[in-house]
């Protein structure tokens, strides 16, 4: 079907008002959730041809939470899309207000292909449960998962309500120059400044759902084996390229070289000496990645790793020590399995270092002192983070979901999905009974004392 084709095919179903109904939403997420279980083996085979990725590892970081999000919506979406009563101020009254919740309209979600099924399908989920129709356009380069999420979805779904686009940047350049009542994007800030330009040739509102340099700071007060631990989970999973993994560590001097060697410890401990041989280590997407994160390999900083296989798309599990923030790796997202460690002396200056640079998507700090955990809360501003942990936040479906700013704008995951799909239509409802004098001529010094007193 062609661009335009598909587009019409939309536009001509949501005005036909079917996706206005909770019932039919909430059929259409069983039907979802019903294609996704009978074809969990497709989906397993599909991500191990793209990048090496367990069975495990895939429900983990994709499946469970794809599940998740269409329980909880298919649990909530009646409460969640039920007018909400709220009061009606003086000034008004008689009259009632409420908050009717009104699906967008036409949406496009632009997958990126770190989490191909998850990144893709829990926006798709949430615009459903909403009430609009979905193109989804995945990332070609994982071609196996967007060939199968294509196959599943276009063979089982009216293409009115739910369809996926394959292709690339021509494809995609396709689709940002129609109209649609909504776009949601994952992927780079350099694409997604690209998103928002179209968008707004047609004013649609975007979510932008982008990366960024996430730092780890790790306090003498914090259990460095715990840390360490988190830590490499964190980064080393999926090979780093998780928009939220821990992209570099700030340590404290006083610690650093513990901290180094416990990380040694646990990365072995998680993926064995030889990660290559193990199929729970997973590789690069492709060449052009491999060969990008190869230079930013500072050879004459390696403490741990630093080694590669081109065929293979393999890059080991690398620590560097001894960085600087002028250092290469320092200037844009690492996303792959490279984890530059900063030592420093003053938290404050650090924290000014990180301030004067893009807000991170995440932030995490590792330490059991109250007063530095909400210092750091406050004082950068970034998407979201964990304390004592790495990555998790992005599990909780109760934290909306989201950078800021350069880390991207909006938010998603379980009511803050639905919010994002959802126009909050205000409405006031009055009576024909009563007409306040107020309003009308003439003017006078009694009314102007009768209106400030309802007024203030
Ligand atoms: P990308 O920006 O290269 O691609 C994302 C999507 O945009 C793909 O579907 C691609 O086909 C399309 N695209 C690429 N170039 C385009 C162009 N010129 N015009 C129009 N469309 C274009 O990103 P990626 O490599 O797929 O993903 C990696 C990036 O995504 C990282 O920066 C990562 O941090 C970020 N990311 C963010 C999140 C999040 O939730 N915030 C999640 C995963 C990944």
């Not at 490279?338 to 998507?361: A, G, Q, Y």
């Not at 995951?413 to 004098?437: C, M, N, R, V, Y």
Request: glycine share 6%; with cysteine; aromatic share 12%.
């Amino acid at each position: 079907m062609t661009t335009l084709e598909i587009i019409n095919l939309q536009r001509d179903y949501f005005f036909s008002n079917k996706t206005k109904s909770v019932k039919f939403r909430i059929e259409q997420l069983k039907k979802f959730r019903k294609i996704l279980k009978d074809n969990e083996s497709l989906l397993y085979d599909a991500i191990d041809k793209d990048f090496k990725k367990s069975k495990y590892e895939t429900y983990l970081t994709e499946l469970s939470l794809v599940y998740h999000e269409i329980n909880l919506a298919i649990k909530k979406v009646r409460k969640w899309s039920r007018p909400k009563y709220v009061w009606t101020n003086m000034a008004n009254f008689p009259g009632k207000s409420r908050i009717f919740f009104e699906p967008l309209g036409n949406s496009l979600v632009i997958g990126a292909w770190n989490y191909p099924y998850q990144l893709s399908l829990i926006p798709a989920i949430t615009a459903i449960a909403a009430g609009n129709t979905v193109i989804i356009k995945p990332s070609e380069l994982s071609e196996h998962t967007s060939a199968v999420m294509c196959k599943l979805i276009n063979e089982n779904f009216d293409s009115g309500l739910l369809y996926v686009k394959e292709g690339s940047v021509k494809e995609t350049t396709e689709l940002l120059e129609q109209r649609f009542d909504k776009i949601f994007f994952t992927g780079s800030t350099a694409v997604g400044r690209i998103v928002m330009q179209a968008a707004a040739n047609h004013l649609t509102p975007v979510t932008l759902e982008l990366g960024g340099k996430s730092p780890v700071f790790v306090l003498p007060d914090a259990s460095l084996k715990m840390t360490a631990k988190r830590i490499a989970w964190g980064k080393f999973l999926n090979a780093g390229q998780t928009c939220v993994a821990p992209d570099y560590v700030l340590v404290h001097k006083d610690i650093k070289e513990k901290l180094l060697q416990e990380l040694k410890k646990q990365v072995e401990i998680i993926h064995g000496n030889e990660p290559k041989g193990k199929e729970t280590y997973v590789r690069i997407i492709n060449k052009r990645h491999f060969d990008r994160l190869n230079k930013l390999i500072h050879r004459d900083k390696i403490y741990y790793g630093g080694e590669t296989d081109e065929e293979q798309l393999y890059i080991s599990p690398t620590i560097l020590d001894n960085i600087s923030f002028d250092d290469k790796v320092m200037e844009d997202e690492i996303f792959g399995p490279i984890l530059p460690v900063i030592e420093f002396d003053n938290l404050d200056d650090i924290i000014t270092k990180v301030k004067s640079r893009p807000n991170p998507l995440a932030l995490y700090v590792f330490s059991n002192k109250n007063k530095i955990k909400q210092r750091l809360i406050k004082e950068i501003s970034f998407g979201g983070g964990t304390v004592n942990d790495t990555i998790l936040h992005l599990s909780n479906s109760k934290l909306p979901f989201g950078g800021k700013g350069f880390s991207g704008t909006g938010n998603y995951h379980g009511k803050a999905g639905f919010d994002t799909f959802s126009h909050k239509k205000s409405i006031l409802f009055k009576g024909l009974w009563f007409e306040p004098f107020l309003k009308y001529t003439p003017y006078n010094k009694f009314k102007m004392k009768l209106l400030k007193w309802i007024i203030e």
